[in-house]
């Protein structure tokens, strides 16, 4: 086990000592299409995430974090490899049948790689979308010792199904059981099997991605609250289910009481204090099935929704906890992004930081402890809905449309200092910043045969 980053990055003091011999824990937590103010701590009003809330006030909340892409598959894979999405190799939801999502490259080297060389027991439990089963891609040669739930994305779009895959089994699953449920006891499991030793438990989550589906003893409270929606029917993935408002509210709430669950487990096997535990989202809200998101104002105070480079596409409630080394109710908004927390995890567990990285370690922010690298800026691109394009660099965002018929179309350009919710394009105003911005935008994307602004997928 590699220690000696270990003992260089927590040299600053018993409050935030490690064991030399004990890398952290780390547990994260991805929700599926949760927006920016879908949490009470991220300012949400309609309904209530005590556990959630209470985690950000023991911990820190990132307010300027950003997902690696506004759709599912290139979120994750930025995540997996530490690379934006004009580097990484999967760039959108490319499917392939009759289950499953295209792989990415064998020779790929992920975030759990790198954690299980350094020792890492690594489970995953949740959606994957990287690789169909039996792939090169697929979670067993991805870097998981374990992994349980929906290879697939397409499977995921239903809470009740007849099958989950356990590692490389296709298991039968009954009809009538929340499959949200079976994906979190598995995963608690896995802690308590791995709590001697350092572990990755990843929990790239369903929740609340359409369809809203939720038993109903849950959906029952909300639909009190929110009587007014009883005669809307939500409809998807073959899906319908009478108030979806009520229903999304309630799917929220038991995320959040699992991940409560998930707290207290980590304390009452007394390792709370060797765990970092991240909760954020890989996209902005969704608009299917029902779900009302200007309802529930689920992007905040931010432009768009998913499938937009526009904030709100993009923007996450994102949380970092762990007990002693990061400060209890702080707050950061150093602009990050998904693809940061490898290198930050690899930082932590004292393994070498691979070169060529588009993300820098977050580790210097989370904890206190020497000076944060900066980003040049933070760049995404998408390839539906005409083709898209996003650059940040400081207070300045370009966001470029209808890249598929015009590569050199002129962005909108907004000043989210004073202008958060880019309500006005100063592209004319500004020809200095905007020429800059799409140098940088233009030399981002690196062409690639699955993905051109060519072709729409």
């Given at each position: 086990?590699?220690?000696?980053?270990?003992?260089?990055?927590?040299?600053?003091?018993?409050?935030?000592?490690v064991?030399?011999?004990?890398?952290?824990?780390?547990?994260?937590?991805?929700?599926?299409?949760?927006?920016?103010?879908?949490?009470?701590?991220?300012?949400?009003?309609?309904?209530t995430?005590?556990?959630?809330?209470?985690l950000?006030?023991?911990?820190?909340?990132?307010?300027?974090?950003?997902?690696?892409?506004?759709?599912?598959?290139?979120?994750?894979?930025?995540?997996?490899?530490?690379?934006?999405?004009g580097?990484?190799?999967?760039?959108?939801?490319?499917?392939?049948?009759?289950?499953?999502?295209?792989?990415?490259?064998?020779?790929?080297?992920?975030?759990a790689?790198?954690?299980?060389?350094?020792?890492?027991?690594?489970?995953?439990?949740?959606?994957?979308?990287?690789?169909?089963?039996?792939?090169?891609?697929?979670?067993?040669?991805?870097?998981?010792?374990?992994?349980?739930?929906?290879?697939?994305?397409?499977?995921?779009?239903?809470?009740?199904?007849?099958?989950?895959?356990?590692?490389?089994?296709?298991?039968?699953?009954?009809?009538?059981?929340?499959?949200?449920?079976?994906?979190?006891?598995?995963?608690?499991?896995f802690?308590?099997?791995?709590?001697?030793?350092?572990?990755?438990c990843?929990?790239?989550?369903?929740?609340?991605h359409?369809?809203?589906?939720?038993?109903?003893?849950?959906?029952?409270?909300?639909?009190?609250?929110?009587?007014?929606?009883?005669?809307v029917?939500?409809?998807?993935?073959?899906?319908?289910?009478?108030?979806?408002?009520?229903?999304?509210?309630?799917?929220?709430?038991?995320?959040?009481?699992?991940?409560?669950?998930?707290?207290?487990?980590?304390?009452?096997?007394?390792?709370?204090?060797?765990?970092?535990v991240?909760?954020?989202?890989?996209?902005?809200?969704?608009?299917?099935?029902?779900?009302?998101?200007?309802?529930?104002?689920?992007?905040?105070?931010?432009?768009?929704?998913?499938?937009?480079h526009?904030?709100?596409?993009?923007?996450?409630?994102?949380?970092?906890?762990?007990?002693g080394?990061?400060?209890?109710?702080?707050?950061?908004?150093?602009?990050?992004?998904?693809?940061?927390?490898?290198?930050?995890?690899?930082?932590?567990?004292?393994?070498?930081?691979?070169?060529?990285?588009?993300?820098?370690?977050?580790?210097p922010?989370?904890t206190g402890?020497?000076?944060?690298?900066?980003?040049?800026?933070?760049?995404?691109?998408?390839?539906?809905?005409?083709?898209?394009?996003?650059?940040?660099?400081?207070?300045?965002?370009a966001?470029?449309?209808?890249?598929?018929?015009?590569?050199?179309?002129?962005?909108?350009?907004?000043?989210?200092?004073?202008?958060?919710?880019?309500?006005?394009?100063?592209?004319?105003?500004?020809?200095?910043?905007?020429?800059?911005?799409?140098?940088?935008?233009?030399?981002?994307?690196?062409?690639?045969?699955?993905?051109?602004?060519?072709?729409?997928?």
């Open positions: 086990m590699k220690v000696t980053a270990l003992a260089i990055l927590f040299s600053c003091g018993a409050s935030c000592a064991a030399a011999d004990r890398p952290p824990n780390i547990v994260f937590v991805l929700a599926d299409d949760l927006g920016y103010g879908d949490l009470g701590c991220f300012g949400q009003q309609q309904f995430t005590p556990r959630l809330d209470e950000a006030a023991e911990g820190m909340r990132l307010t300027q974090h950003y997902a690696g892409s506004t759709v599912c598959s290139p979120s994750r894979c930025a995540l997996m490899t530490g690379l934006h999405t580097h990484c190799p999967t760039r959108g939801n490319t499917e392939h049948q009759p289950e499953g999502q295209a792989p990415m490259p064998g020779d790929l080297v992920t975030l790689d790198r954690l299980q060389g350094a020792g890492y027991a690594t489970g995953g439990f949740g959606k994957w979308g990287l690789g169909y089963p039996g792939s090169e891609s697929d979670p067993l040669n991805s870097g998981f010792d374990h992994f349980f739930g929906y290879n697939c994305q397409r499977h995921a779009h239903r809470y009740y199904t007849n099958y989950l895959w356990d590692d490389d089994r296709r298991i039968a699953i009954e009809p009538a059981q929340y499959t949200h449920d079976l994906i979190f006891e598995e995963a608690l499991a802690i308590r099997e791995h709590r001697e030793e350092p572990f990755f990843f929990l790239p989550v369903t929740i609340p359409a369809a809203l589906e939720v038993p109903a003893e849950a959906q029952a409270p909300l639909r009190k609250q929110f009587a007014q929606f009883d005669n029917v939500g409809k998807y993935a073959g899906a319908k289910v009478t108030n979806p408002v009520a229903a999304f509210a309630a799917m929220v709430q038991r995320l959040d009481g699992d991940v409560g669950r998930l707290v207290d487990l980590l304390n009452e096997l007394g390792i709370a204090e060797n765990t970092l991240v909760f954020t989202s890989d996209n902005g809200p969704h608009r299917e099935g029902g779900h009302r998101p200007t309802f529930f104002n689920s992007n905040g105070p931010y432009r768009g929704f998913k499938r937009d526009y904030e709100g596409g993009i923007r996450e409630p994102t949380i970092a906890s762990w007990p080394h990061v400060p209890a109710g702080s707050t950061s908004d150093f602009a990050s992004a998904g693809w940061d927390w490898l290198p930050t995890f690899c930082e932590l567990a004292g393994v070498a930081t691979p070169d060529g990285l588009d993300g820098v370690s977050l580790a922010t989370l402890s020497g000076r944060q690298a900066p980003h040049d800026y933070l760049y995404w691109e998408f390839h539906e809905q005409g083709g898209k394009q996003a650059i940040r660099r400081g207070p300045w965002k966001v470029r449309l209808g890249v598929g018929a015009n590569p050199h179309a002129t962005p909108e350009l907004y000043n989210l200092d004073a202008d958060p919710g880019e309500t006005t394009n100063v592209a004319k105003q500004e020809p200095a910043v905007l020429a800059e911005l799409v140098g940088l935008m233009e030399a981002a994307h690196t062409p690639s045969p699955r993905y051109d602004f060519g072709a729409s997928e």
